[in-house]
């Protein structure tokens, strides 16, 4: 009759679990992430989960934002996306040059918005590593008069920032199973767990 009654309790917090009944297991709060490495910023968004490290490269001169810089880890690659301002000519895409003579990650405009043009790409783990060996790295886009413009992107902190995303989403993710292995662990009597 005990054991039928554990493997009913277990039953019930599982499924109370699998509806989204979080409220059965005390929680711990989840991690969250919102911090600045160099010149790049960490935000964690702990309902969806979703983490990026972004870079805002403004004109110091009229606070006019030139471009915006999201990198998404992923499991392979990294999401790359650039945000630049309306006005780009999006034919030839935009680059991202490391250090002068370095390698160089071409993207395409995939649409512009109201608040400027997008592109994404993969930021494989070479380039990365490229792009970390140098103190800065260069934006190419081309304005509306097709002339190709430079815009300095700093790396300072980009290693740093990837690592504390990452270790943040390792965080997260272990959490909701040992929740799990707690209540379970809670509702088992001590006698019923040996065998």
């Known amino acids: 009759m005990m054991r039928l009654l554990t493997i009913f309790s277990i039953m019930l917090v599982?499924?109370?679990?699998?509806?989204?009944?979080?409220?059965?297991?005390?929680?711990?709060?989840a991690p969250s992430l919102?911090?600045?490495?160099?010149?790049?910023?960490?935000?964690?968004?702990?309902?969806?989960?979703?983490?990026?490290?972004?870079?805002?490269?403004?004109?110091?001169?009229?606070?006019?934002?030139?471009?915006?810089l999201e990198i998404e880890p992923g499991?392979?690659?990294?999401?790359?996306r650039v945000l630049?301002?309306?006005?780009?000519?999006?034919?030839?895409?935009?680059?991202?040059?490391?250090?002068?003579?370095?390698?160089?990650?071409s993207m395409s405009f995939l649409k512009c918005l109201?608040?400027?043009?997008?592109?994404?790409?993969?930021?494989?783990?070479?380039?990365?590593?490229?792009?970390?060996?140098?103190p800065a790295a260069t934006m190419l886009i081309a304005d509306k008069r097709r002339?190709?413009?430079g815009v300095p992107v700093s790396t300072a902190g980009l290693d740093e920032g990837l690592a504390a995303i990452r270790?943040?989403?390792?965080?997260?993710?272990?959490?909701p199973l040992a929740r799990l292995k707690g209540a379970v662990a809670s509702i088992v009597p001590s006698s019923e767990k040996k065998e």
């Not at 679990?17 to 409220?23: E, H, N, R």
């Not at 790049?40 to 702990?46: G, H, S």
């Not at 270790?167 to 959490?175: E, H, L």
């Open 14 to 29: 599982l499924a109370a679990l699998g509806a989204g009944g979080y409220w059965l297991v005390a929680q711990k709060p």
């Open 34 to 68: 919102a911090q600045t490495y160099g010149d790049w910023r960490a935000d964690c968004d702990e309902t969806t989960g979703r983490c990026v490290l972004t870079q805002r490269i403004v004109d110091k001169s009229n606070n006019f934002q030139l471009a915006q």
């Open 75 to 80: 499991v392979d690659s990294d999401a790359l």
């Open 84 to 105: 630049a301002p309306l006005g780009t000519w999006i034919d030839p895409g935009v680059a991202l040059k490391s250090g002068g003579d370095g390698e160089t990650l």
């Open 114 to 134: 109201p608040n400027g043009c997008l592109a994404d790409g993969a930021l494989q783990p070479e380039f990365r590593a490229a792009l970390t060996k140098q």
């Open 147 to 149: 002339n190709v413009i």
């Open 167 to 175: 270790a943040y989403g390792s965080a997260k993710d272990a959490g």
